[in-house]
């Protein structure tokens, strides 16, 4: 029984950084915590039974044929009374996540503040260019429906988005990233330890890093490595670094750039570029720009890794396909659903990646089963919450190199 | 507190980009985000008494500081992890019948009626 309850929000793990919650806010995110995991799991079967109960035979009996593509269910979907109920309570919680986390942040922000300026100076582990624009594709809506996105300023040189990030991946998550919200990240470890144990990379680089919390723990395994994380959200990535900073890391640095143009950083230069839930935030033109600017700085060896959630293929069914797109159209991310209808295997081939360098694995959040039971998700996918990736990526052919 | 910022206003602001309307009354867009809204502050009422009578029980008395500063251990988070989870189901009973009506597929209960009438 017990292993079906989240656990509390109060067992996250309270970093320097973090913003402190009233009794009553904690209480807010318990609840949202428990809506979320009731949404996708007891109530999330409707859409199923609406679609084949409902929707398919009446869409049988108007085309005379099955639905072709994904969008075609949606927009047959999108008329039936369960779905329209169930995506309402779906859109109404993320919203309300938004509104208690952006409470806890605001009303305590001259201390946050206070305190992330005073690590940032000390650490000199964050380096701001304000000469890096917000690309359009960060700015064309809020995504995750997180007001100001991860780039806007309450007031200048805030960390509100940061922060608010920060406090509420655990509603949105059901609590399965763990306390410190960084189970990607401990996962990437485990993946890496298991599959490279001798493996030391000097310099590692992750893209699109936001707060930092999947690259922390990348620098925290490997202590005597240089961490890059780059992201181009000055507000994300000021309270980054001093989250990391409040965590005792040493070993990483937070740099505003833009993953399009990395020209700073010279051929060869990093052993290990990460991205994690990155790619799916971009546009159909920077995907590939940024893919190409990594294998140029990816030294011969050397590995590129995304965690991403699965492409959709032939193999998997239209409707899958078309629960996984619903954070396309009801939860600001525009570029998910062409993203993963992409081939990505051939995307990173374009990119220079070789076909036979590349490899998918499948990975999970590693999180402390002390305090954060397992999520009840296996086999039960939640299309898109669920902590459970699929990994793509490639280890940099040396020869292609020397032959470069 | 921000001293500058109207934090309550300012926590409300929308995000970029447009809602999608989920029915075919906006006015029943606008009731869902209330009642969710309400149905976390009971959620959170409740907890907070919970915290009151835990702290009764183990002290005696209590002070507001004990009430903001308490953290359930094991034991008490799964406790009322499941009265959540119970208050959740009760909620929400009305969207989860919906669901195994849904799956059970019944006729209209005037066929019955009238079937019955006849047998």
């Known amino acids: 029984m017990s292993a079906d309850l989240p656990p509390p929000y109060t067992a996250l793990t309270r970093h320097p950084m973090m913003p402190r919650t009233t009794h009553d806010e904690a209480a807010r995110f318990n609840f949202l915590t428990h809506f979320n995991r009731y949404l996708s799991g007891p109530i999330g079967a409707g859409n199923r039974l609406a679609y084949e109960k409902r929707v398919l035979p009446a869409f049988r009996a108007e085309h005379g044929r099955d639905p072709e593509h ?50 940032n100076e000390h650490s000199g582990m964050l380096e701001l260019d304000p000469a890096v624009e917000q690309p359009h594709y960060q700015t064309a809506v809020d995504i995750h429906c997180q007001p100001g996105g991860y780039h806007s300023e309450e007031r200048p040189g805030d960390i509100t988005v940061g922060a608010n990030y920060d406090v509420g991946l655990f509603a949105t998550t059901g609590g399965a990233l763990g306390g410190l919200n960084d189970g990607g990240g401990q996962a990437i470890v485990e993946w890496i330890k298991q599959e490279r144990p001798d493996w030391q990379p000097r310099r590692i680089l992750d893209i699109g890093c936001t707060v930092g919390h999947n690259a ?7 202590p005597d490595a240089e961490v890059i994380a780059i992201d181009t959200a000055a507000p994300s990535l000021r309270y980054g670094a001093a989250r990391a900073a409040g965590l005792g890391v040493k070993n990483i640095r937070f740099v505003q750039a833009s993953g399009e143009d990395l020209s700073r950083w010279p051929d060869g230069y990093f052993d290990w570029v990460q991205t994690t839930m990155f790619l799916h935030e971009l546009s159909a033109k920077a995907m590939p720009r940024i893919l190409a600017e990594a294998n140029r700085m990816l030294a011969p060896g050397g590995l590129i890794f995304h965690i991403e959630q699965p492409q959709y293929s032939d193999e998997m069914p239209l409707f899958e396909q078309f629960m996984r797109d619903w954070d396309a159209f ?60 699929n990994a793509y990526g490639a280890w940099k052919p040396v020869a292609q190199a020397e032959a470069a | 507190m921000s001293e500058e910022l109207d934090w309550v206003a300012l926590s409300g602001r929308r995000a970029k980009g447009k809602r999608p309307e989920y029915f075919d009354d906006p006015a029943l867009d606008r009731l869902y985000s209330t009642v969710f809204a309400l149905a976390a502050e009971v959620s959170a009422l409740r907890e907070r008494q919970d915290t009151v009578e835990r702290l009764l029980d ?53 066929d019955i009626v009238e079937k019955l009438s006849r047998e």
């Open chain 1, 70 to 119: 994904r969008y075609e269910i949606r927009d047959a979907m999108n008329k039936d009374p369960w779905h329209r109920t169930w995506s309402a309570l779906k859109r109404n919680s993320m919203e309300m996540r938004q509104h208690n986390g952006r409470q806890v942040v605001l009303r305590q922000l001259d201390e946050l503040d206070a305190m992330a300026k005073q690590y």
């Open chain 1, 216 to 222: 922390v723990p990348i620098a925290q395994a490997f």
């Open chain 1, 330 to 389: 009801n939860n600001n991310e525009p570029f998910w659903s062409a993203m993963h209808g992409q081939d990505l295997k051939q995307v990173m081939a374009d990119a220079g990646f070789p076909r036979e360098s590349q490899f998918t694995v499948g990975v999970r959040a590693v999180v402390d089963p002390e305090i954060f039971p397992p999520s009840p998700d296996d086999g039960e996918e939640d299309y898109g919450r669920a902590a459970i990736w």
């Open chain 2, 58 to 110: 183990a002290k005696g008395t209590i002070r507001r500081e004990d009430i903001e500063n308490y953290a359930p251990d094991r034991q008490a988070g799964e406790e009322r992890g499941l009265a959540t989870r119970a208050y959740i189901a009760r909620i929400m009973r009305g969207f989860q019948q919906e669901v195994e009506a849904l799956d059970a597929g019944d006729p209209p209960i005037a």
